[in-house]
């Protein structure tokens, strides 16, 4: 097998082949991109509710044994205290050097027995660790057991549905779709319920300041669960959304879904193991990065937990990885996340472009304009100065904006303050096969709160920050 440090180490300059990466976003198998038209599945989330089917696009790794809680704990930033069967949070794991590897939803389903769900970084680093010797020396306790999502699999079947139910329509929806009233849980704990005859596991959950659940349980049950949900909303609103909405969600709640993970470089002894043990084909051998930052390294793309707004969430109450680099951060300098808001005026220079005989911006796709699996563009002042970088991007519907998650320095925040963002890619694009020959062009945008809607930052404010999590995994 050919490793990733092999891979690496095959190329002259790992930045130039990353940005030349042939391969796009994410993609969304499993459902359609449309199931009416991508502006009203988005105004459904705010307006009544949706069903998000998150059944094939995410990775599920089971930890089990007598030390996979300790496990965890061991790899994660944020604390477990009180964290106990039925409840869920957020893992976020960090490189021994303290950069960001990714964050996905832990889910405590049993004494000894959790699974992890989201992107594949942060699973290929717990996997890594449960055969890595533990700082002792000794072996972790623990077995995995990786359901792989169906883009990389050979036959159709995963080991569990996922539904999102989301939206101001959603707890009665549910409680119609059970026979009875829906349980009134707490933010990330979760409870078995009944639905058409199935035993669902539902975890109270939200997305873009919408109360909601996500609902799982055994792929047998799949149909059933899925055509009692949608009878239940038929009265109320409730909207299928495919997957072209389905990732322009995040834009509204302010989670920022594209950290690159922090693989590439690092001296220590775990980071020279890790790629040794990494596929040439595992996540950091196959990702794309696009847009017109480029740094002199790849370490230019790095991010600290402060960056992507995970400050609040770094807890110093346990042993961990990365814990020695992050206590000397805590008191720099970090840069800060917030919305750009881009002017409209100067969004339609940039779109009637399409139109043009000559030079031509790099296409806006809507809802997303997402085009690379790690989008960075650059985020300058009036002087022309680099003050950060734009990352997600896309159109709400809801807000009537283009919006931008961004993170840039903290000197430079001021709500309402004009910026520029740098569109497209140096030198007329890069040859991945989601860019076509462009110039770059300057669009001014205004710094705005994170999240942008106005339900997230208020009505639902004290959830978000407890985990900072969209429905867009």
């Known amino acids: 097998m050919t490793t990733l440090q092999q891979k690496l180490d095959s190329q002259s300059d790992v930045v130039d082949f990353l940005r030349n990466q042939q391969v796009g976003p994410n993609v969304y198998p499993g459902v359609p991109a449309e199931y009416s038209n991508w502006r009203n599945e988005q105004r459904a989330w705010a307006k009544s509710a949706v069903l998000f089917n998150q059944s094939y696009h995410m990775v599920e790794l089971y930890v089990r044994g007598p030390e996979a809680f300790q496990l965890l704990e061991y790899t994660a930033i944020n604390s477990f205290k009180n964290f106990t069967v039925n409840k869920a949070k957020q893992y976020v794991p960090v490189t021994p050097d303290g950069y960001v590897i990714g964050d996905v939803i832990l889910f405590y389903l049993a004494e000894n027995e959790f699974s992890l769900v989201g992107r594949a970084p942060a699973i290929e680093w717990v996997e890594f660790h449960a055969q890595?010797?533990?700082?002792?020396?000794?072996?972790?306790?623990?077995?995995?057991?990786?359901?792989?999502?169906?883009?990389?699999?050979?036959?159709?079947?995963?080991?569990?549905?996922?539904?999102?139910?989301?939206?101001?329509?959603?707890?009665?929806?549910?409680?119609?779709?059970?026979?009875t009233d829906a349980p009134d849980l707490k933010f990330f704990n979760m409870a078995h319920i009944d639905i058409n005859g199935?035993?669902?596991?539902?975890?109270?959950?939200?997305?873009?300041?919408?109360?909601?659940?996500?609902?799982?349980?055994?792929?047998?049950?799949?149909?059933?669960?899925?055509?009692?949900?949608?009878?239940?909303?038929?009265?109320?609103?409730?909207?299928?959304?495919?997957?072209?909405?389905?990732?322009?969600?995040?834009?509204?709640?302010?989670?920022?879904?594209?950290?690159?993970?922090?693989?590439?470089?690092?001296?220590?002894?775990?980071?020279?193991?890790?790629?040794?043990?990494?596929?040439?084909?595992?996540?950091?051998?196959?990702?794309?990065?696009?847009?017109?930052?480029?740094?002199?390294s790849i370490e230019g793309y790095y991010l600290t937990p402060w960056?992507?707004?995970?400050?609040?969430?770094?807890?110093?109450?346990?042993?961990?990885?990365?814990?020695?680099?992050?206590?000397?951060?805590?008191?720099?300098?970090?840069?800060?996340?917030?919305?750009?808001?881009?002017?409209?005026?100067?969004?339609?220079?940039?779109?009637?472009?399409?139109?043009?005989?000559?030079?031509?911006?790099?296409?806006?796709?809507?809802?997303?304009?997402?085009?690379?699996?790690?989008?960075?563009?650059?985020?300058?002042?009036?002087?022309?100065?680099?003050?950060?970088?734009?990352?997600?991007?896309?159109?709400?519907?809801?807000?009537?904006?283009?919006?931008?998650?961004?993170?840039?320095?903290?000197?430079?925040?001021?709500?309402?303050?004009?910026?520029?963002?740098?569109?497209?890619?140096?030198?007329g694009g890069t040859t991945k096969p989601t860019v076509e020959p462009h110039v770059q062009t300057e669009i001014k945008a205004v710094i705005s709160p994170v999240p942008y809607s106005n339900v997230a930052r208020t009505a639902y404010a004290d959830s978000w920050r407890a985990t900072g999590v969209g429905a867009n995994r």
Request: charged share 25%; net charge negative.
């Open 132 to 179: 890595y010797p533990k700082p002792d020396g000794s072996k972790w306790n623990v077995t995995v057991e990786r359901d792989e999502r169906t883009a990389k699999r050979t036959d159709g079947v995963r080991k569990n549905y996922r539904f999102q139910l989301q939206g101001p329509n959603a707890m009665k929806i549910l409680s119609q779709a059970m026979g």
């Open 198 to 296: 199935a035993d669902v596991i539902a975890l109270r959950h939200g997305m873009a300041g919408q109360p909601g659940y996500e609902l799982f349980g055994p792929w047998a049950d799949y149909q059933k669960v899925h055509a009692a949900l949608v009878e239940a909303g038929k009265n109320d609103g409730l909207t299928l959304v495919g997957g072209r909405a389905y990732s322009s969600n995040t834009l509204e709640s302010g989670w920022l879904p594209s950290p690159l993970p922090a693989f590439f470089t690092g001296d220590s002894q775990m980071m020279k193991d890790f790629r040794a043990w990494a596929g040439a084909d595992s996540y950091a051998g196959t990702c794309s990065i696009g847009g017109s930052y480029v740094p002199d």
């Open 307 to 427: 960056d992507i707004g995970y400050g609040h969430i770094v807890k110093f109450d346990h042993d961990f990885v990365g814990r020695e680099a992050l206590e000397k951060m805590a008191g720099e300098t970090h840069k800060q996340k917030v919305t750009l808001a881009l002017d409209n005026e100067d969004m339609l220079r940039v779109l009637s472009s399409m139109y043009a005989e000559g030079d031509r911006a790099k296409y806006f796709e809507f809802p997303s304009a997402v085009y690379a699996m790690h989008p960075f563009d650059e985020v300058r002042n009036a002087d022309g100065k680099v003050i950060g970088v734009s990352t997600w991007v896309g159109y709400s519907s809801n807000e009537g904006k283009m919006l931008t998650l961004a993170m840039i320095d903290p000197a430079e925040v001021e709500m309402g303050k004009e910026v520029k963002l740098v569109w497209g890619e140096p030198n």
